[in-house]
């Protein structure tokens, strides 16, 4: 069992910046994987980015790629998102997910755990 608690949402200007963060439950966080996910007012959840149980591998979706960075510090339980150059389509609710196994997913079907959202709003 995982626990996920996301942290770090607010009210940005298009252009600037945040950084997300995903605190996890359990000692064997290292051997989930973890994911992005963003879901705005009216549409379906999307992904947004993923990362291997080591980290050493990451996968973006084309509209984020280049302006965010996931990245994970097993040893604090914790997975991070930042995000650069927002903009207003960005506004969305994020959410962090795990699955279980090394490799990442890319679709909301194949994650086991998920937190409970944290809002971004992006002005322009």
């Known amino acids: 069992q995982v626990q996920l608690v996301e942290s770090g949402g607010g009210l940005v200007q298009a252009g600037g910046s945040l950084r997300l963060s995903c605190a996890a439950s359990?000692?064997?966080?290292?051997?989930?994987?973890m994911g992005w996910f963003r879901q705005a007012p009216g549409k379906e959840r999307e992904f947004v980015a993923a990362i291997t149980w080591s980290g050493s591998s990451t996968y973006y979706a084309d509209s984020v790629k280049g302006r965010f960075t996931i990245s994970r510090d097993n040893a604090k339980n914790t997975v991070y998102l930042q995000m650069n150059s927002l903009k207003p389509e960005d506004t969305a609710v994020y959410y962090c997910?795990?699955?279980?196994?090394?490799?990442?997913?890319?679709?909301?079907?194949?994650?086991?755990?998920w937190g409970q959202g944290t809002q971004v709003t992006v002005s322009s």
């Open positions: 997910a795990a699955v279980r196994g090394g490799s990442y997913r890319l679709r909301v079907s194949e994650y086991d755990y």
């Open positions: 359990g000692r064997t966080f290292s051997s989930y994987a």
